[in-house]
Antibody
């Protein structure tokens, strides 16, 4: 079945970077856009950006431009998200999520289990 | 715009119908038929309930329906059930080819 399996929880100090991975299986990795979405504790969903696994093209939300990087490795069908210069406010659950279609319409039909990133000194 | 506007909470009795609104602008909700709705239970990942304004994915109950008028999209839950108690989020494609989520609505079944 279609699955997205993310890397485990992380604890980072302010100013550090974090890299979260998302292993896709059960479908053709390059057929569907991949999103990254975060949710701070008790807060709503926040769209971070997308990557087109076919060509590596990206589009980041304005507030994350300059400090988020999304990449992919087609040989291992894995997407990656790096967030740098971490602040305590970046403490959140980070999800990778797949668009149901071949363009970034935002219809997310499969979600990873989430990776909790805690930023604390 | 940082988020689409949803009511913070909506409640209803079992069997009733409720509607959740999602208000944006002509650059997102009003400009495209690419509005989705998600249900999220505590501690769980969101689940797609509606996509492209009014389409239901396979396996989603037909008690859930979506619509749009101008810059406002709506999710209606008919025949409200206890299991529908959850947070609901809308999202929309935007003119910058990005996505935008709503502020979220907590649905309570009385």
């Amino acid at each position: 079945q279609v699955q997205l399996v993310q890397s485990g929880a992380e604890v980072k100090k302010p100013g550090a970077s974090v890299k979260v991975s998302c292993k896709a299986s059960g479908y053709t990795f390059t057929d569907n856009y991949m999103y990254w979405v975060r949710q701070a504790p008790g807060q709503g969903l926040q769209w971070m950006g997308w990557i087109n696994p076919r060509n590596g093209g990206t589009n980041y939300a304005q507030m994350f431009q300059g400090w988020v990087t999304m990449t992919r490795d087609t040989s291992t069908t894995t997407a990656f998200m790096v967030l740098s210069s971490l602040k305590p406010d970046d403490t959140a659950m980070y999800y990778c999520a797949r668009d149901r279609g071949g363009d970034p319409r935002g219809a997310i039909d499969v979600w990873g289990q989430g990776t909790m990133v805690t930023v604390s000194s | 715009q940082s988020a689409l506007t949803q009511p913070a909470s909506v409640s209803g009795s079992p069997g009733q119908s409720i509607t959740i609104s999602c208000t944006g602008s002509s650059s997102d909700v009003g400009g495209y038929n690419f509005v989705s709705w998600y249900q999220q239970h505590p501690g769980k990942a969101p689940k797609l309930m509606i996509y492209d304004v009014s389409n239901r994915p396979s396996g989603v109950s037909n008690r859930f329906s979506g619509s749009k008028s101008g810059n406002t999209a709506s999710l209606t839950i008919s025949g409200l059930q206890a299991e529908d108690e959850a947070d609901y989020y809308c999202s929309s494609y935007t003119s910058s080819s990005r996505g935008l989520f709503g502020t979220g609505t907590e649905v309570t079944v009385l």
